[in-house]
C-alpha cells in the first residue's frame, strides 16, 4: 500500500514525470518592451541585454551575464529520490530577501504535463531541508517554503491601465483565445476593470541574480512573453521593479 502522501505526490507530478537538469533558457523572440517601471537604470540594463540575447540566440543566455553569475549555485551530491523519478537540486546561500540574512535557496526542475517548470524554495541557511527530502522522499513544502507559497497564479497587479489596454490589443491580435494569459480582476478601483495578466507559476522559469549589491528575480513563464523583476521579500510576496512584454508571437 502506498502512503497518503506518496499517493497525493504521484497524483501531482503525474505518471510521465522526467527530472531535468538543465541550462537550457525558455524560448523567445522579443524585442520586449518596458510597459512598467520602478528603476529605469535596471529595467532599461534587462531589456537591453535580453533583446540582444533573443535577437542573437533565440533565448535569454543567463550564464552569459555578470549580473546572473554572482549567485554562485551548486549541484546536491546525490539525486533526492522519489517515487517515479529523481530530482537533483540546485542551491546557493545567499540574501535573497535583502534584509541583512542569509537564506538557503533550492530549485528544481520538473517536466510537468511536457513543459519544463522550475521549482524555487527559501529555507533558513541551517535547515536539513535536503536529508529530510532523501530520507522521507518528499518534496519540500512549497506552502510554506515555496517561493509563491503555494501560489498558482502570480498577478501583474502594478501594470498601468495605459499599458494594460495596450497589452489586450496585442494578445487579443496574436494569441487565440483559448492561450489567453489573462485572470479576471473583479475590482479595479471604482469600477470591474477587464482582465489582468497574470504568470502561471507552475511552468514557471525563476533566475535570481545581482545589480549594484542587490538580489532581484527574473521571472518569466512558458513562451517568455512577459518578463517580471521583482524583489523578493518573503514567500508569496515581491516587490515588483519592471514588467517586460513583447508582442511578438512566440512559436512555444
Not at 497524483?11 to 524560448?27: C, D, H, N, P, W
Not at 546561500?93 to 542569509?102: A, C, Q, Y
Not at 487579443?172 to 489573462?182: A, D, G, I
Not at 495578466?197 to 549589491?213: A, E, H, I, K, S
Request: with cysteine; charged share 20%.
Amino acid at each position: 500500500m502506498l502512503s497518503t502522501a506518496v499517493r497525493r505526490l504521484m497524483g501531482v507530478v503525474a505518471v510521465t514525470i522526467l527530472l531535468i537538469q538543465t541550462t537550457e533558457a525558455q524560448a523567445a523572440t522579443g524585442p520586449y518592451r518596458v510597459v512598467m517601471s520602478r528603476d529605469k537604470p535596471l529595467c532599461n540594463y534587462i531589456a537591453k541585454t535580453y533583446n540582444a540575447d533573443t535577437k542573437t540566440y533565440g533565448s535569454i543566455q543567463y550564464d552569459k551575464h555578470g549580473a546572473f553569475k554572482r549567485i554562485r549555485w551548486s549541484l546536491q551530491r546525490e539525486p533526492a529520490r522519489l517515487p517515479l523519478f529523481a530530482l537533483v537540486f540546485r542551491k546557493a546561500v545567499f540574501d535573497i530577501s535583502n534584509d541583512g540574512k542569509k537564506e538557503l535557496v533550492l530549485q528544481t526542475d520538473l517536466m510537468l504535463n511536457g513543459i519544463a517548470g522550475s521549482h524555487t524554495y527559501v529555507y533558513p541557511p541551517s535547515s536539513d531541508i535536503l536529508t529530510e527530502v532523501g530520507s522521507r522522499k518528499i518534496l519540500p513544502d512549497g506552502k510554506t517554503n515555496g517561493i509563491f507559497a503555494g501560489a498558482s497564479q502570480y498577478f501583474l497587479k502594478s501594470l498601468p491601465r495605459s499599458s494594460e489596454r495596450w497589452v489586450k490589443a496585442y494578445e487579443h491580435e496574436y494569441v487565440p483565445r483559448q492561450q489567453w494569459t489573462f485572470g479576471y480582476i473583479k475590482d479595479r478601483g471604482a469600477k470591474p476593470w477587464g482582465l489582468e495578466p497574470f504568470l502561471d507559476t507552475n511552468y514557471l522559469d525563476v533566475q535570481p541574480f545581482v545589480w549594484q549589491g542587490v538580489n532581484y528575480l527574473s521571472m518569466t513563464q512558458i513562451g517568455s512573453r512577459w518578463f517580471v523583476i521583482s524583489k523578493f521579500e518573503q514567500p508569496g510576496r515581491f516587490q515588483n521593479i519592471c514588467y517586460l512584454y513583447t508582442t511578438t508571437p512566440n512559436p512555444n
